[in-house]
Nanobody
């Protein structure tokens, strides 16, 4: 089970940190990702991190602004979001991929478990 939290309303240029707490399964062996879905749009990849945190990949539009990290001891993955823009407004979902090795951005089809989403709203 994945539980995402940390969303909210923030002004342009602000920051938020999303958390995704995992229970059950073997979190430390899974790759973990973040996706987002804006109103009227398809779900899109945001970031992914390998099972040991050794590799991470981002969509181009968030590179340099977002950072994905994980705490395997605490079964939690984070998404630090800085310099937020109105176009970052979306529901953010965390997801787990039982194949923990990551060598590039992943599609949603490659993830096995999903959290419920947390809403991020960036006002202009």
């Amino acid at each position: 089970q994945l539980q995402a939290s940390g969303g909210g309303l923030v002004q342009t240029g602000g920051s938020l940190r999303l958390s995704c707490a995992a229970s059950g399964g073997t979190f430390s062996s899974y790759a973990m990702g973040w996706f987002r879905q804006a109103p009227g749009k398809e779900r899109e990849f945001v970031a992914v991190i390998s099972w040991n945190g050794g590799s991470a990949y981002y969509r181009n539009s968030v590179k340099g602004r977002f950072t994905i990290s994980r705490d395997n001891a605490g079964n939690t993955v984070y998404l630090q979001m800085n310099s937020l823009k109105p176009e970052d407004t979306a529901v953010y979902y965390c997801a787990a991929d039982r194949y923990g090795v990551v060598d590039g951005p992943l599609s949603s089809d490659e993830f096995d478990y999903w959290g419920q989403g947390t809403l991020v709203t960036v006002s202009s």
